[in-house]
């Protein structure tokens, strides 16, 4: 015994006593201090939520998150470079070149942001921390700290992702003149600029739980995630738009430049930049944007206490929930019985669909993403900065009215369907198997009545908002027909390409182990996307000129739907009849979590 324990390692095939092993502890050096254990478990948690699966790609997805976020800055510094070198080595003047700068302040700000919205929850204590962590011997001054270090951590990782790729491309994209002081204004600006979309998001957060308590943040929560995700993505939807008119738009300081954040960390790039050369409105700006980076942190200190300690008080109490049934609830669910849902599988589904999107908040977050993009999308393609005598106006333009039934047909379709096959914790999915055995038509059928009803809902009156927007002369009986019918037949014929392959329930279908490629989830919006768009802006002015031309596309799309209905009706048949193909079937037991 002696003898092994002067070699400096026991061996572990061997038993010895208790007190041996523990001199052997001691010598191997001292756990991981408490405080490190709590900020490495709450860091890890913001990557391990309900919309990672649960079968361990956290990793995969932190690292996919990583460079999502660096690609776009990548990107624009690699478009920049034929911009400052070429033809001739031509130099971009002072304003071309403010408007590239604009791109990374704007970027940053919404990013950062977006991300605050992403782990809304997350940065307050849930029940698994007030049932678990308080019960252990931790101080809760001690939980507060950790979670305090957690948060700035995952702030500081996230404005380094956005920007540690730009940064390495863009000095040889732009050839700054002075190349440290162009790296010490890029960083400054951008840092200030994620600081203030964090810690403004935060605060704000904070402010409504600590007032409003956790019943009505709740109530809230969702419509306001929403409005900030819109809000934010509009920020940066309209940035080339902003870019080319800002020459004009900083000529005056009006309020309206004032209030607008991206300007203010615009100002604080230009200041270090240019130095006493800087025009005076970024003076005014970059001052701005140094008090409110400063007052957005301060009031995160103040208002994340306050929030806490309603939230723990809140939780430990419980909130009072009064469940009512409204008075529409029940004659909406007869008439959907009594039209688009007439057997129990169907009925089954469609309320599964109702309830999962309602109260599962890794669904509601999609939604609330795909949504808030949507909206924001549609904005930047309506409106146009419009430039005269010295003043910025908006307007619309009658392409991008034209564009409004398509995009949003597209984008809800395609936003439905991600949201049915996000990657999640699917271990209750053995519920449907035993029940009913496989999806069958019913189940299919139910999942795309379901999408095509919202869809036809939202586009129907997008298009009555189109009918009514658009300017007097342009509209007639024959422009008001062609956009109920682009709104019918996009919705049903996009419902019908998205759920041609989809054979399975929802939120059941995607395997939780797999691993998603990014590059294949963006194909359908870079390619197909812009086709559609495209090709139906162009077509409705064919089809408004005569009732006989709507009258001979409603048949080709009546023909079209009905052709790739039966073509998903013969593929799921096919598929039902390969029982013994099915690769879910062997280890379905084991997907029960049940170990023998």
């Known amino acids: ?192 600029s994620g600081i203030f979309g964090a810690a403004a998001l935060l605060a704000l957060e904070a402010l409504v739980l600590a007032v409003l308590g956790e019943r009505w943040f709740r109530k809230i929560s969702l419509w306001l995630q929403g409005a900030l995700v819109l809000l934010l993505l509009t920020f940066l939807f309209s940035w080339p738009a902003v870019a080319v008119e800002l020459r004009t738009v900083l000529q005056r300081v009006t309020v309206e430049v004032l209030w607008f954040p991206p300007f203010w960390f615009q100002g604080i790039y230009q200041r270090i930049l240019d130095g006493p050369a800087t025009p005076p409105a970024f003076h005014l700006l970059a001052r701005i944007g140094v008090a409110a980076t400063s007052l957005a942190v301060v009031a995160a200190a103040i208002s994340y206490p306050l929030a806490w300690r309603r939230r723990t008080r809140d939780l430990v109490e419980g909130a009072v929930r009064r469940e009512g049934q409204k008075l529409l609830v029940l004659p909406a669910h007869g008439f959907v019985h009594a039209t688009l849902a007439r057997n129990p599988a169907s009925r089954a589904i469609w309320h599964f669909i109702g309830l999962n999107l309602v109260r599962v908040p890794r669904y509601r977050m999609v939604l609330v993403i795909y949504g808030g993009a949507a909206a924001a999308l549609v904005i930047a393609t309506v409106c146009r900065l419009q430039a005269g005598s010295g003043q910025i106006s908006l307007v619309f333009t009658s392409e991008g009215m034209r564009a409004i039934v398509p ?101 059941t279908g995607a395997k939780p182990n797999s691993a998603t490629n990014l590059a294949l989830l963006l194909i359908p919006y870079l390619g197909f996307f812009p086709a559609v768009v495209l090709f139906t802006v162009a077509l409705e002015p064919a089809i408004e000129v005569s009732f006989a031309r709507i009258a001979g596309v409603t048949l080709a799309a009546l023909a079209l739907h009905l052709l790739l209905r039966h073509t998903h009706r013969v593929r799921l048949l096919e598929d039902l009849q390969q029982f013994e193909a099915d690769e879910d079937q062997e280890d379905f037991p084991l997907r029960l979590g049940l170990r023998y």
């Open 407 to 507: 995009m949003i047909a597209f984008l809800t379709v395609a936003g439905l369907r991600s949201t049915f096959l996000a990657p999640a914790d699917q271990s209750g999915r053995w519920i449907f198997r035993t029940i009913s055995g496989r999806p069958g038509l019913p189940h299919a059928q139910a999942a795309r009545r379901w999408v095509l009803s919202w869809t036809l809902l939202l586009t129907v009156a997008a298009a009555g908002w189109v009918s009514i927007a658009m300017p007097r002369a342009s509209i007639d009986g024959g422009f008001v027909a062609g956009q109920v019918l682009v709104a019918i037949a996009a919705s049903f014929l996009l419902t019908d390409a998205f759920f041609l392959n989809v054979r399975t329930v929802p939120f």
């Open 1 to 192: 015994m002696p003898e092994r324990l002067s070699s400096g390692k026991l061996r572990r095939d061997v038993v010895f006593s208790l007190s041996v092993l523990a001199r052997e502890d001691d010598q191997q050096g001292a756990d991981p201090s408490q405080f490190s254990t709590l900020v490495r478990h709450f860091f890890e948690r913001f990557f391990s939520s309900e919309l990672a699966s649960a079968e361990g790609d956290a990793k995969t997805r932190l690292v996919q998150a990583a460079c999502a976020l660096g690609l776009p800055g990548l990107v624009i510094s690699m478009y920049l470079y034929p911009a400052y070198h070429l033809p001739l080595h031509r130099t971009r003047s002072y304003w071309q070149q403010a408007g590239d700068h604009y791109f990374y302040v704007v970027y940053a700000l919404v990013s950062m942001a977006i991300v605050a919205v992403f782990e809304w929850d997350l940065f307050f204590p849930d029940l698994l921390d007030v049932h678990i962590l308080s019960t252990l011997p931790v101080r809760p001054r001690r939980l507060f700290q950790a979670r305090i270090a957690a948060i700035s951590l995952l702030i500081a990782a996230a404005i380094f992702d956005s920007n540690f790729l730009a940064i390495i491309v863009l000095p040889a994209a732009t050839d700054p003149p002075h190349l440290l002081r162009f790296l010490a204004a890029h960083t400054v600006a951008i840092a200030a």
